[in-house]
């Protein structure tokens, strides 16, 4: 069976959040599996396409709004990846040096429609096409609906939805856009008076998934606007949980990390971890190191961070590091609390894929007090490092984290997104740490938990010949 991602996204390629290592791990399971997985994607202007040697496969133009813009599909010349990657390059909207902004229209808009017609000229065509977000969130209705694409209309779609806050909504002025079709279906493109991608993705994908079954559950409850559609859809909807690629977050071998380790030796190497993380961060070793890395906006409750720090930070009896960025309002009150608790807290404002896994490996507790959570990743990649997750019970974190006060359990759980919750489960992860036999021994434990691709790769291959 023959699948093509389409993503905006895919580790190491270009990663923004979640969806890259999802998209970056999910096919080379496939192929391991027996498929023949491959992706999709744009060709940016970033260190990954700087490093690398491409090929051109296929040269033409794709047309938007009557202005032809010239693209080419290219291939690495020296693929090290476990699956074959595609890119569409069109030098006048997608190879920027970000991945999204505000002309994010446009650009997804000629990614999807130059995929597509260099689809359309292959021998071979792939058996489901694989899409994933708002970005390639056209591709369903153009298959069912574009004159010119009819000949893959009997190709499965699937959408599988990271983020339903995000859908790519735009105005009626660029509907010329899309590829020629029957106007009598508009409303296919249709949510509340904007052409949504999304929603067009719910619409028209033969199967929509979602990163975990609490996250498709809520919902049904709460999308952004998109919730009645998902109700009324919920036939077609699943949530199958994302798995973690266990080969590139291995504590063993991960390159980024100061020292090596496994459950075996886990107090000696996540110590060196914690040492270098303590004293390039001006922080005491001896204390209980909480830490947090992510988006600095609103779903991941970043908002509140800075007054939980300030009262928790009073008492000297942990220590605290973040990595993130995003709302500027919130990184400036985060930049704001270092000078104050110089020694038991500093922030590292930006982007920093080598910190990130050397937080995950010396850090002694991981917060993620998310207001909305469809999988999240870092919980998976801190049990598997031993860091305790301490996380608000959302989504994917609720189908992932069993609090301790619970039979088998071994992280800390809040219901709530208050800052006296957050605050009281910091408070049970101090009395946690006090209890070094305990700690010690919940740390091995997590570390044992399975959270690989294995297991969901295997549900997504009977989705797909459930439809084949
Ligand atoms: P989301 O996709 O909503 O941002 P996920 O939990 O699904 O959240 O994935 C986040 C991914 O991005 C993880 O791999 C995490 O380590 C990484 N990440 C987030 N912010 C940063 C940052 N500032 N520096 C390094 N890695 C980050």
Request: hydrophobic share 40%.
């Amino acid at each position: 069976m023959k699948i093509i991602h389409i993503s905006a996204e895919c580790y190491p390629i270009a990663k923004v959040g979640g969806l890259a290592d999802v998209v970056g791990a999910l096919p080379k399971y496939q192929n391991a599996l027996g498929l023949k997985s491959s992706v999709i994607m744009p060709f940016y202007d970033n260190k990954f396409t700087a490093d690398n040697t491409f090929v051109s496969v296929y040269k033409s133009q794709v047309l938007l709004n009557e202005v032809a813009h010239d693209f080419e599909v290219l291939i690495l010349k020296e693929n090290s990846l476990d699956f074959d990657v595609f890119f569409i390059d069109v030098p006048s909207l997608l190879f920027k040096d970000y991945v999204y902004s505000f002309d994010d229209t446009d650009r997804f808009l000629a990614f999807q429609i130059a995929a597509l017609d260099w689809i359309l000229t292959l021998d071979e065509k792939p058996n489901i096409f694989h899409c994933h977000d708002h970005h390639t969130g056209l591709v369903p209705f153009m298959l069912q609906e574009s004159f010119k694409y009819e000949s893959l209309n009997k190709i499965p779609v699937i959408t599988t939805i990271h983020n339903a806050q995000y859908q790519g909504g735009f105005g009626y002025d660029k509907l010329g856009f899309i590829p020629e079709f029957d106007k009598e279906n508009v409303g296919l493109l249709d949510w509340n008076g904007q052409i949504n991608p999304l929603a067009a993705a719910i619409k028209c994908a033969w199967r929509v998934t979602t990163v975990s079954p609490s996250y498709m559950e809520e919902l049904k409850l709460e999308a952004n606007g998109l919730q009645d559609l998902l109700k009324a859809e919920s036939q077609k909807c699943v949530g199958i949980l994302n798995g973690i690629d266990a080969a590139v977050w291995n504590p063993e071998k991960d390159e980024y990390l100061i020292s090596n380790f496994s459950e075996k030796n886990v107090n000696l190497g996540r110590g060196k971890n914690k040492k270098w993380l303590c004293e390039t961060f001006n922080l005491d070793t001896s204390k209980p190191l909480f830490a947090f890395i992510g988006r600095l906006v609103y779903e991941k409750g970043s908002d509140l961070l800075p007054e939980v720090f300030q009262t928790i930070l009073k008492e000297k009896n942990c220590s605290i590091l973040l990595l993130g960025s995003g709302n500027k309002e919130v990184e400036e009150e985060l930049k704001a609390l270092k000078e104050e608790h110089k020694g038991n807290y500093d922030a590292f404002i930006g982007y920093d894929e080598k910190l990130s896994h050397i937080i995950y490996g010396g850090a002694d507790f991981l917060l993620m007090p998310s207001r909305v959570e469809p999988c999240g990743l870092n919980q998976m990649y801190s049990l598997r490092y031993g860091t305790i997750p301490i996380v608000r019970s959302t989504g994917g974190l609720k189908d992932t984290v069993v609090d301790i006060a619970n039979e088998n359990g071994f992280g800390i759980c809040h219901d709530e997104v208050t800052v006296a919750e957050i605050e009281h489960a910091i408070q049970r992860g101090i009395t946690l740490y006090k209890d070094q036999d305990k700690f010690k021994k919940t740390r091995k434990y997590i570390m044992k938990i399975d959270h690989s691709w294995d297991a969901s790769a295997s549900e997504y291959i009977e989705l797909y010949k459930s439809i084949n």
